[in-house]
């Protein structure tokens, strides 16, 4: 069936450190993927997305990665920093005929220690 | 930039009281979403809409109805709310082309 999974619910790195969140989804039709950051207390916000046809996308301090082959996406964070902490989504757009529905994973939370 | 707003950050109601939850959007976003954010089960699509008084269910639509009058504006309507609607509401729009979404702050949204 359907399902964007997280494969770690929690990360902790130092601040400075590279992070790498990654994410698995099983449905090969889907076209579109994003990356969410929320912070506590706060609703999700949009990082970064990736269509299928690319294999990688730069932001900044963020980069996603996508292997079709294997159905894994993971984020980048680079020289991560205190306000980096929070909880990542991944999310997979189904194809839609209208509203572009997303199927969400369950997140992971980032912490950085200082 | 985008702003979504929703009508309460906290809201306490009692077993069989009818809730209104409202969102605002004031980008001018077709498409409109409601969704309940519980530990451990990550976000769940209750309604959504892609047009004025169009609305179609999500994966949890049970409990839950919608109203979209205007196209700014998607209200979340719990009939008669039980224990087990204690939850955090998120509303969130993306216009047509861009499945981004854009989210509001959340309800947080206790039944006793």
């Known amino acids: 069936g359907e399902s964007v999974g997280l494969h770690l619910p929690t990360l902790s790195v130092q601040e400075g450190d590279n992070s790498i969140i990654n994410c698995a989804y099983s449905?090969?039709?889907?076209?579109?993927f994003i990356w969410y950051k929320q912070e506590s207390g706060k609703g999700p916000q949009f990082i970064i997305d990736?269509?299928?046809?690319?294999d990688k996308r730069q932001g900044q301090r963020v980069t996603v990665l996508l292997n079709k082959t294997v159905k894994h996406l993971s984020l980048q964070i680079a020289a991560t920093q205190p306000g980096d902490s929070a909880v990542y989504f991944c999310?997979?757009?189904?194809?839609?005929?209208?509203?572009?529905?997303?199927?969400f994973g369950d997140g992971t939370t980032l912490t950085v220690k200082p | 930039d985008v702003k979504v707003t929703q009508s309460s950050r906290y809201l306490v109601k009692r077993t069989g009281e009818k809730v209104f939850l409202e969102c605002v959007q004031d980008?001018?976003?077709?498409?409109m979403f409601w969704y309940r954010q519980d530990p451990g089960l990550g976000l769940r699509l209750i309604y959504f809409?892609?047009?004025?008084?169009?609305?179609e269910k999500g994966d949890i639509p049970e409990g839950y109805s919608v109203s979209r009058e205007k196209k700014e504006r998607f209200s979340l309507i719990l009939e008669s709310a039980s224990t087990n609607q204690t939850s955090m509401y998120l509303c969130?729009?993306?216009?047509?082309?861009?499945?981004?979404?854009?989210f509001g702050p959340g309800t947080r949204l206790l039944v006793l």
């Open positions: 999310a997979e757009n189904i194809e839609d005929h209208n509203a572009g529905k997303s199927t």
């Open positions: 449905n090969s039709a889907s076209d579109y």
């Open positions: 969130a729009s993306s216009p047509p082309g861009r499945r981004a979404q854009y």
């Open positions: 980008m001018d976003h077709e498409n």
């Open positions: 809409s892609y047009d004025v008084k169009m609305k």
């Open positions: 990736i269509r299928s046809n690319m």
